[in-house]
């Protein structure tokens, strides 16, 4: 059993570079409430290279219709 306090879900599209913000400041937030006891899971779309992180990460294959528009059927499941 864990010593963890509570559980974060969180759900964002992508943490790649070309996210700016959100690749800084999800995994920044994740790795902070990690380190404070938290069980956090990071819930992102498919990337090439998914970071090491002390943090369970879960990804989800994207499928693209334009350059920066897709949808996942399993993320919403």
Known sequence: MSNCIMK???IVSSI???ASG???S????????HQNNVDVELHIRKINDVPITDYKIVTYPW???LKS???SPEMLQ
């Open 8 to 10: 974060v879900v969180q």
């Open 16 to 18: 790649g570079v070309e």
């Open 22 to 24: 959100p690749s800084y």
């Open 26 to 33: 999800v995994p920044g937030l994740s790795q902070g409430l």
């Open 63 to 65: 499928r693209s219709f």
């Open 69 to 71: 528009v897709g949808f």
